[in-house]
């Protein structure tokens, strides 16, 4: 297929010497399930491309970043991304990852809607993941590998949508703007000054930025300085400096504006999970 497409710009800078990782050269999956384990080091990427099956990529640790062409989907530990058929993408690791990566035939997933979206990995995924990782690439899928295999993917679709997503809208001049404020997310300017910019009224901006991205502009800013709160989060850096550095006025207040976004605290999104590959 062509890897052709215009890529949402990248929440995490990537470094001149981030080292390129190549994905299998697959012309289909041997097995309806097909796991990759890989630790990936910082700043890793992979070139856009696309494939017929779907993919999900789930983060042990670090935060993995999917790009396609309507946005970008960030996945903190016990995260995944899920990555429909067909779907031109590029994942990068910001810092050191260890990532589990499942193909599946997309023929087994019809249940799932056509988009990407962000998945909250259960305990149990999360062991059968790691079981299935441990098993031979083409195991009998009629011994237990394949049961496994079987319960995951019953398992998979029952995960919850997270909103660890920013899509970005099909409208030019609306692309732009989101583009700007992901290049500077400090921007200050308010909904009538960026829909004077646009040449767009007030009233216009708001009805097509909420149809095309299915948040409203205040929202769409707040959850892009939250995502891009997590690499910062993610390396070390105390959670009062991301708050100050993120423009809330207080600790709590961040925190507040987090838990609403994302579910759970800072400290909790990265407390560290055992890993368990046997």
């Not at 994905?23 to 384990?37: G, N």
């Not at 910001?94 to 499942?102: I, N, Q, T, Y």
């Not at 919850?160 to 030019?172: I, K, T, V, Y």
Request: aromatic residues 6%; glycine residues 6%; charged residues 25%.
């Amino acid at each position: 297929m062509s890897n052709s497409g215009h890529l949402a710009p990248a929440l995490t800078p990537r470094p001149a010497d981030a080292p390129e990782r190549s994905v299998p050269a697959l012309e289909r999956l041997p097995r309806a399930v097909y796991a990759r384990a890989e630790s990936l080091p910082a700043g890793s990427w992979v070139r856009p491309h696309r494939h017929d099956w779907v993919q999900l990529s789930w983060a042990l640790s670090g935060v993995l970043e999917v790009r396609t062409d309507t946005g970008c989907w960030l996945a903190p530990p016990q995260r995944a991304v899920w990555i429909p058929p067909g779907t031109l993408h590029e994942v990068n690791a910001s810092a050191r990852a260890e990532m589990r990566s499942l193909y599946l035939d997309a023929s087994r997933t019809a249940w799932a809607p056509p988009r990407c979206r962000v998945l909250a990995v259960s305990p149990l995924v999360r062991e059968l993941i790691l079981a299935l990782s441990a098993r031979p690439l083409e195991y009998d899928p009629d011994g237990p590998a394949g049961r496994l295999a079987e319960v995951l993917l019953d398992a998979i679709a029952e995960l919850p949508e997270l909103d660890f997503g920013l899509p970005l809208p099909a409208d030019a001049r609306l692309r732009r703007l989101c583009e700007a404020l992901q290049a500077e997310p400090a921007d200050a300017r308010t909904l009538p000054e960026w829909a004077a910019r646009c040449g767009l009224s007030e009233r216009t901006l708001t009805r097509r930025f909420r149809r095309e991205t299915g948040l409203s502009f205040a929202d769409w800013r707040r959850r892009l300085r939250l995502l891009l709160a997590l690499g910062a989060l993610e390396a070390g850096r105390s959670v009062t400096a991301v708050a100050l550095d993120s423009g809330y006025d207080s600790l709590s207040a961040f925190i507040a504006a987090f838990r609403n976004e994302f579910g759970t605290t800072p400290k909790a999104l990265f407390a560290p999970a055992p890993v368990n590959d046997g």
